[in-house]
């Protein structure tokens, strides 16, 4: 297993355009996370999935954001009409349910709007 | 509020010497911590974990503790090296089963040689 993958690793839009990042987890793991991060800060919580279910979604998660699942194995989150605001680091993580949790990051997408 | 947070912003460390990376939790109730390594345009690199029901769990040239009375964690890192050199961040869990983890601002650490 090769970790956690996401893709792009680089995006640069134009203010208004959408964008959508990927994430595929290690396999073996059912939960799926997305985190932002800006300079300087630690990451914050986005959401979460189990499987196929979306779980959790943090209040940072505004109506412009929506995240993906389909199957239970890759993600995607999409950022709709994007703001300057939304640039950030982009991080996606997996892990398992159960002791070890294997909590794994990606390398992240790092998403500017100009 | 729960909160994560780090004592110190930057820390200084000659090669070879040992280091020593403060945390700060807030949430009594949070049950497994983690330390994470981040160079830059990197995604963090997980370090090591701990349960709550431990106060020491012991990696390769690494050491958690946790003193619960105090809410503190702390990392340790022995000999360090230059390629020590990154961000390094605690983490706290603040959901059922590990499903949401809060971090800290992060601590700069540089290895001078």
């Known amino acids: 297993d090769t970790g956690v993958s996401q893709d792009p690793r680089h995006k640069i839009t134009k203010r208004g355009q959408n964008v959508t990042f990927r994430c595929d987890p290690i396999?073996?793991?059912?939960?799926l996370y997305w985190y932002r991060q800006t300079l300087g800060q630690g990451p914050e919580f986005l959401t979460y999935?189990?499987?196929?279910?979306?779980?959790?979604k943090s209040r940072l998660l505004s109506d412009r954001f929506s995240a993906e699942r389909p199957k239970g194995s890759f993600s995607t989150l999409e950022i709709q009409r994007t703001e300057q605001g939304d640039s950030a680091m982009y991080l996606c993580?997996?892990?398992?349910?159960?002791?070890?949790?294997?909590?794994?990051f990606g390398s992240g997408t790092r998403l500017t709007v100009v | 509020g729960e909160s994560v947070g780090l004592h110190l912003p930057t820390l200084s460390v000659q090669e070879g010497d040992n280091s020593i990376i403060n945390c700060a939790y807030s949430?009594?109730?949070?049950?497994?911590f983690i330390w994470y390594k981040q160079e830059s345009g990197k995604g963090p690199q997980f370090i090591i974990d701990?349960?709550?029901?431990?106060d020491k769990r012991q990696g390769q040239r690494v050491t958690v503790l946790l003193n619960k009375t105090v809410k503190h964690l702390s990392l340790q890192i022995a000999a360090t090296q230059p390629g020590d050199s990154a961000v390094y961040f605690c983490?706290?869990?603040?959901?059922?089963?590990?499903?949401?983890?809060?971090f800290g601002a992060g601590t700069i650490l540089r290895v001078k040689s």
């Open positions: 993580a997996s892990s398992r349910t159960r002791v070890p949790y294997g909590y794994t």
């Open positions: 396999s073996e793991h059912n939960r």
């Open positions: 999935f189990q499987n196929e279910a979306q779980l959790e």
């Open positions: 949430n009594s109730a949070s049950d497994y």
């Open positions: 701990i349960r709550s029901n431990m």
């Open positions: 983490a706290e869990n603040m959901g059922e089963y590990g499903n949401k983890l809060v």
